[in-house]
């Protein structure tokens, strides 16, 4: 059964378990609810979060760990003899996996049925002309033995998922019962179901700290497999990037950082000015009715997807920059450049700076703009010597969304900016950035035993740590700020 399905029956077995609930409770007490406990409802919700909770996390769980164990165990069934030298054995279970969803597509348009797809004796062309038939075809280099695997790879997907979907059930149903037994007219409901919630609440917030620290280690793990294989020395100052799958890669970090600092610096040049001066605008000068217009207009910017944004720079601004700057300079020919991605990644993060700052600057208490105003200064004189430095921190972090969200962009560099990994000050020249070469090291059939494809977890770890440093600055420059003017 598919998992939404799954969701669905859970929850409708949740919501009669609200409405026995809530009905057993009031039956008990001959619809009198002020000699319940608790009010009516919350004995439905008891019922209806018996039910559900359980089920829903034990179907997390099994949704995590499933793939892991099935993959474990199908690795084991592929015979070394069936991996070539030009390959690896998660190479060859991608492809295991591709002929398992080939199976399932077969077996769902009617090309093939199911005891056909799970018949391990099944021969290999029959299986292509089945896949033919619906537009599937398989590579040449699907051997045997990973049909053989795919076959027991979906067979033993579809037993695990077929258990799941009992368990699940099975489990939402008998918590149903459990609470359904448990409601009198004395049970204290409200006392639980809050109690739920707050176990609830906790387990949201420790599954955010771990997913932060699994990331965290995650990238330490891959960064230190990294260094295994290639030196640090030569990723860390070496001026070259030229990757090869066929060996003799330079894999050197400094041309992919230089870019990405290029460019969120003139983004930033962009951004700040315009996004500060118009918070600055919109909180002390604008009326109420421009502000209502003006502010909602600035946050369109922001729900822009970032493939528009890519587009603009490649079309629009990426040729008038050459036509009307590089070329009459002599600085360049090309319509991709440093300065075409800043410039628009710039107009991209105009509205991180505009809201948060014209939010902040609205927080500062109105009676330190009457005291400045009261003891004669003017109105930019306020601005600039009491409001501006009591948002400072605000906008501090304001600023630093805004680099983040700079260094972290790659549908802008890659449409804008071009893919040319390398050291230089002519803005009008095309560079890359770190996070393009990352999607562009992990993208099709990727080996992760080799440097090639573990470099990028070393460039994500870099990234981190820069991150990480911007936000400790940041974190010093508030905590200044905050104490002299708090």
């Known amino acids: 059964m598919p998992v939404l399905w799954i969701v669905l029956v859970v929850l409708a077995i949740g919501l009669a378990g609200y409405v026995l609930g809530r009905q057993r409770a009031l039956a008990g007490v001959g619809g009198n609810a002020s000699q319940l406990h608790s009010l009516p409802a919350y004995y439905g919700y008891n019922s209806l979060m018996f039910a559900v909770v359980p089920a829903f996390l034990v179907m997390l769980i099994?949704?995590?760990?499933?793939?892991?164990?099935?993959?474990?165990?199908?690795?084991?069934?592929?015979?070394?003899?069936?991996?070539?030298?030009?390959?690896?054995?998660?190479?060859?279970?991608?492809?295991?996996?591709?002929?398992?969803?080939g199976l399932d597509a077969a077996v769902a348009s009617g090309a093939m049925s199911g005891d056909f797809a799970r018949d391990l004796r099944t021969d290999l062309t029959d299986v292509r002309a089945r896949l033919g038939e619906i537009g599937i075809a398989l590579g040449s280099d699907v051997s045997p033995a990973v049909l053989l695997a795919a076959q027991s790879y979906r067979a033993t997907s579809g037993t695990l998922s077929m258990a799941m979907t009992l368990v699940v059930i099975g489990l939402a149903l008998a918590g149903l019962a459990t609470a359904y037994v448990r409601t009198t007219p004395e049970y204290r409901a409200r006392n639980t179901v809050e109690a739920m919630l707050l176990a609830l609440l906790m387990l949201a917030s420790t599954i955010a700290i771990l997913t932060t620290v699994g990331i965290v280690f995650s990238l330490i793990f891959e960064t230190i497999h990294f260094f295994e294989k290639y030196p640090w020395q030569s990723f860390f100052f070496s001026l070259t990037w030229r990757p090869s799958f066929e060996g003799g890669s330079d894999l050197g970090l400094l041309p992919l950082l230089w870019g990405t600092l290029y460019i969120s610096v003139i983004a930033l040049l962009v951004s700040v000015p315009i996004g500060l001066f118009a918070a600055i605008y919109l909180s002390e000068y604008a009326g109420p009715k421009v502000r209502a217009a003006a502010k909602p207009m600035i946050e369109i910017l922001a729900g822009i997807p970032t493939i528009v944004y890519g587009l603009f720079a490649l079309i629009t601004v990426g040729p008038l920059l050459r036509d009307y700057f590089a070329e009459p300079l002599g600085l360049g020919t090309s319509s991709s450049s440093v300065m075409t991605a800043g410039i628009v990644m710039g107009i991209m993060l105009i509205p991180f700076v505009s809201s948060l700052s014209d939010d902040i600057i609205n927080a500062v208490p109105q009676a330190m703009r009457d005291g400045s105003l009261g003891l004669g200064a003017t109105q930019s004189e306020t601005i600039r010597q009491v409001i501006i430095p009591a948002a400072l921190p605000g906008i501090v972090g304001a600023i630093l969304l805004a680099a983040s969200r700079a260094i972290g962009e790659t549908m802008i560099v890659v449409l804008g900016a071009g893919a040319a990994a390398k050291i230089d000050l002519n803005p009008f020249e095309a560079m890359t950035t770190v996070t393009v070469k990352i999607v562009g090291q992990l993208t099709g059939d990727t080996d992760f035993s080799s440097p090639e494809s573990l470099v990028a977890f070393a460039l994500g770890m870099t990234l981190f740590v820069i991150t990480l440093g911007l936000n400790v600055f940041a974190l010093y420059i508030v905590r200044k700020y905050r104490e002299q003017y708090e």
Not at 82 to 87: C, K, P, R, Y
């Open 62 to 101: 099994w949704l995590l760990v499933q793939p892991i164990y099935v993959e474990s165990r199908i690795s084991t069934l592929i015979p070394d003899s069936a991996i070539s030298e030009s390959s690896t054995r998660s190479l060859v279970m991608s492809d295991v996996r591709r002929v398992a969803e």
